[in-house]
């Protein structure tokens, strides 16, 4: 009997450690993505240009280390900044005689605001 508890108990912290084990790694990928688009998304608010931004692919991919409550919501704002990025390429219109852009002076850019809410999903775990 003597030995059995031993074998149990062996097994039990056997598989206990590497679920601990698992956990670390996903949040050491998590946060090495993380770490990623977030510099990408910092050096876009400093320099206000769009050249900074990760593209939607990355976003995209970044989807899958997100916990399964919170996904469905960071794929709508992926989403809403992918329109907003549409929004702002159709707002900008270039006269094909002049050359100059006619820019719509109604028109306000939601891409800080999303960039915003999307680098809350980004907060190291």
Known sequence: MDYKLSLVTFFLGLLLGHW?????????????KALELNSKFYDYIEKDNDHFLPNIKDLTLFASYIPW?????FINLV???????SNDRKSKNIDPISG?????????SQKKVLVGKLRKYLKRT
Do not use: T
């Open 20 to 32: 601990l084990s698992i956990g670390r790694d996903k949040r050491k990928e998590f946060n090495e």
């Open 79 to 85: 989403n809403q900044f992918n329109d907003s990025l």
């Open 69 to 73: 409550r919170k996904r469905r919501l």
């Open 100 to 108: 100059i852009p006619n820019i719509d002076p109604e028109y306000v």
